[in-house]
């Protein structure tokens, strides 16, 4: 039966290394008296293709075809040198005109599915090889490349598919049994995966991609017990491979052996620093714990695996998470590697486009942002994945209700995606009154964090008559002070590395009548614990503006200001506060910087506008509202206080968008700074709020420190947090629901000095007033509210 090419493996040669490199110099020395010899660039094309030296293969093709090789001749070696090579798109220009000659030519028409794939043109690729299906019906390879295809442009049930189609065609294919695991694994049907990946084990028991797939869905399962045999048989093929060292290692990080897994994984960098999977491993033991370690690991298997797109993928994300050192730094070499990415792995920019994407955000490049393809495409693979924190960068993508709508139901899918993977626990048992509320607290945030700022009064001036509270956190680094008062004043549990399941379990052993998670899915927290349902009822707040997408989550915190209107853009029910979702000014609330005297326009001469919210959140809307506003205002500036300020593409991009709306790049200015930026408010005459994802502890930050905040109401979630924090602090005015009235009230703002005089030294004031600066009186109004929901 014929089968795909695989490109990285031209025919094999007989000659030993000796004899390749005697022949080379052979044929370069031909060439260089005959350089019109087009048999023997031919020639040193396929030797060359046969040492792996791609870059060089191609170009001694087209010197072939230059000096009268005809294209039919070469064309499946000199495209796979091409594809090989990164040049993806070359290799499909060369194939599609030789078949478009011979459209019946099977091994043409497969080819040229194959290049297109790989360029990035899937819906070419896909009619091509539904072509090639036909030629010969019988001929599994392009089931195969369908699934590939399908499976690039995030259409898994479709791969899915044809790699059921390919294996009925070639039953005994490991490969085969392989892929459709995959696919059934990302579309949450691990039983089905499961008995994949097993048929695939059985019939290729030496693959190192089987056995990562079966071990990895195993260990992930707790199923320590089904693993042991698999590595076991591996063995008896694969005596010393180190593969196998890093599945141990696995294991025991499962079975909550931290220290012996490590021990194993430092074992084999000893032996072996760049080897790929003990490094990958120790990057994802080591996490946001040690972003150090983690960029090292990645380093040395980046150097030692250069081609390796998992390895560049894990390193550019890890770069850009990375905090310790020069931040900027770190994020200029992340930057650089994801353009390389972009390039050198076209057909993957897909599959890896969180940590592109995030990058592209953080630099402000919007075109690569946009290279990297429209969010509908790219949701599936998020989906696929199963990591939450995928879209938590991209609500504020959004252009129409029903965009808003898709985004919800994303998280309802991989909420039920999450609830198929687990297996849950017992149900709670009955509730016995009269005894005290037990209400908990999930987040690694429990510490000197602005999570932590908000919780506060609901952690100390409780009544602990009627209630007790618990607080989970899964931080991985040292403890604070805060920590260390949190846990005089609540039961506090602290489970650092412990899995999901356990918490839970642990959890369960509290009887909690509800359980608030606090992160959603930002670092070290523990969101698909709740999925589990430790407690009787689960609620949301806080950290995750938005629908987290568990149906195990009961209720999520909102007011009256950030509910959205639409009920459909909701999983939960609302716990609903009469007044504000949150309160600053408290003991732990932002500290007392000092404020200017001065409004900067009295010192300067003109109106400095700005904001400090993360670049996700700069969407092409806002950039063109931003920009407006500086076009309505004369003279006026804008200054980015944020980490990335610091760094030269950030300037860089930043200038260049402003430049191409028009505005005088040179009134752009940059304060590249982490945690101390506070002070940098007294730079700032009007806060420009980002669109349609607005800020909510920025938003608190800038009306502290007396800067008015202008903000856009949208229909969603994301959209309404500063209208809540506005409203509640007195200035309502200030949140406006169009963008030409967003425009409108900055410029009203810029020219009405007074007003934003009497803000600067009158906001505190303002909000200690005002329910947003009310800490006592928003913990009654949540404690009632909980006593209401826990006795229904």
Known sequence: MRQKPRPAKPAPTTLSPADQARLEETLRARLAEQ?????????????????????????????ALAHGVPVAAICTPYALALSSAGRHKEAAELVAPVQARKPKDFALTNLLGVMLKRAGRYDEAIATLKAAQKLEPKNASPWQNLGNAEEARGNYAAAAEAFQGAVRLDPRNGELWRLL????RALNNNEGARASFLKAFEFQPKDQNTLNDLMGLLIDAGDIEA????????????????????????????????????????????????????????????????????????????????????????????????????????????YRLSLDFMKRHPD???????????????????????????????????????????????????????????IVEWHRNWGRGVQKRIKPLPPAPALHMPRKWRI????????????????????????????????????????????????????????????????????????????????????????????YRPARLGGSWLG??????????????????????????????????????????????????????????DRRGFVTFGTANNPYKYTKLCIDTWAAVLRRVPNSRFIFIRPEAGGPSFLENTRAAFAARDVDPDRIEFVGVR????????????????????????????????????????????ERLSYSNLSNAGIGDMATFSVEDYIEKAAELAADAPRRRVLRHGLRDMIRAMPLGQPARFGKAFYDKAAEVCAL
């Open 35 to 63: 350089p019109a010899n087009g048999a023997a660039w031919q020639q040193l094309a396929v030797l060359l293709s046969g040492k792996g030296r791609h870059a060089e293969a191609a170009d001694a093709f087209a010197k």
């Open 675 to 718: 945690g101390k930026h506070l002070p940098h408010y007294n730079k700032m005459d009007v806060s420009l709020d980002t669109l349609p994802h607005v800020g909510g502890t920025t938003t608190c930050e800038s009306i502290w420190m007396g800067v008015p905040c202008v903000s856009l109401v949208g229909p969603g979630f994301a």
């Open 348 to 406: 993957k920019v897909a599959r890896n486009s969180r940590s592109l994407r995030t990058v592209f955000q953080r630099v402000m490049d919007i075109e690569n942002l946009e290279a990297t393809g429209p969010i509908p495409t790219l949701l599936p693979h998020w989906q696929a994945e199963g990591r939450h924190s995928s879209v938590h960068y991209e609500l504020g993508q959004v252009h129409s209700l029903e965009d808003r709508i898709e």
């Open 227 to 334: 693993a042991i045999p698999v590595v076991a048989r591996a063995r008896q093929f694969r005596q010393g491979d180190r593969t196998l060292d890093v599945m141990h290692a696995r294991m025991l990080l499962r079975l909550g052996r931290r220290e012996e897994s490590r021990a194993v994984i430092d074992g084999i960098l000893a032996e072996d620093p760049g080897d790929r999977q003990a490094n990958l491993f120790l990057s994802r033991m080591a996490g946001d714990g040690d972003r150090r370690l983690a960029n090292e690991a990645l380093k040395r298997a980046h150097e030692a695996n250069p081609d390796a797109a998992d390895v560049q993928s894990a390193y550019i994300e890890s770069l850009s998470r990375s905090r310790y050192d020069s931040e900027a730094a770190h994020l200029e070499e992340s």
């Open 544 to 601: 995750y503006p938005h629908s987290a997408g568990l149906e195990t989550i009961d209720y999520i915190l909102v007011d009256p200001h950030i509910k959205p209107e639409d009920p459909r853009l909701l999983i939960e029910k609302p716990f609903e506060l009469p007044e504000t979702w949150v309160t600053v000014g408290g003991r732990l609330g932002f500290y007392e910087v000092p404020i200017d005297l001065e409004i900067p326009e």
């Open 440 to 531: 908990g607290f999930l987040s690694s945030d429990l510490r000197n964090h602005p999570v932590t700022y908000f919780c506060m009064p609901l952690l100390e001036a409780y009544d602990r008559d009627r209630f007790e509270v618990f607080c989970y956190s899964f931080y991985e680094g040292e403890r604070d002070v805060i920590q260390a008062e949190l846990e005089k004043s609540t039961n506090f549990r602290w489970w650092p590395y412990r899995p999901d399941d356990q918490v839970a379990a642990d959890i369960a052993k509290d009887n909690l009548d509800l359980l608030f998670e606090l992160g959603g899915s930002t670092a070290m927290n523990k969101l698909e614990v709740m999925a």
């Open 181 to 184: 695991g995959r696919m059934q």
